[in-house]
């Protein structure tokens, strides 16, 4: 199983990052994907998921600034992020499991995040 994330990068506040996650070895389509973050000195903590039927959920932290979307055909998840603050600013990783009300089976490597100016 592989889930490569990538897309990070350093980013001003107020700028725009879409981060993405290429995934094999899992049925896909059939997953629960998503996307965590941990800041330095941080937990982890989930920034969004979305189920296989497409129903997605979010951390109260993101209000409204993130989309979280998948491609079925690509096997790949994705993450974009507007309007990002300096607290925005961890290693983000991507998940997939069997359910988003469910702890994630799998992670990737995570991608970096900087936002500052």
């Known amino acids: 199983v592989q889930l490569q994330a990538s897309g990070g990068g350093l980013v001003q506040p107020g700028g725009s990052l879409r981060l993405s996650c290429k995934t094999s070895?899992?049925?896909?389509?059939?997953?629960?994907m998503g996307w965590y973050r941990q800041a330095i000195g941080k937990q982890r903590e989930s920034v969004a998921r979305i189920s296989s039927a497409g129903v997605k959920n979010y951390a109260d932290f993101v209000q409204g600034r993130f989309t979280i979307s998948r491609d079925n055909a690509k096997n790949t998840v994705y993450l974009q992020m507007n309007n990002l603050k300096p607290e925005d600013t961890a290693l983000y990783y991507c998940s997939a499991g069997s359910s988003i009300n469910r702890s994630p089976t799998f992670w990737g490597q995570g991608t970096l995040v900087t936002v500052s100016s």
């Open positions: 070895g899992i049925i896909f389509r059939s997953s629960a």
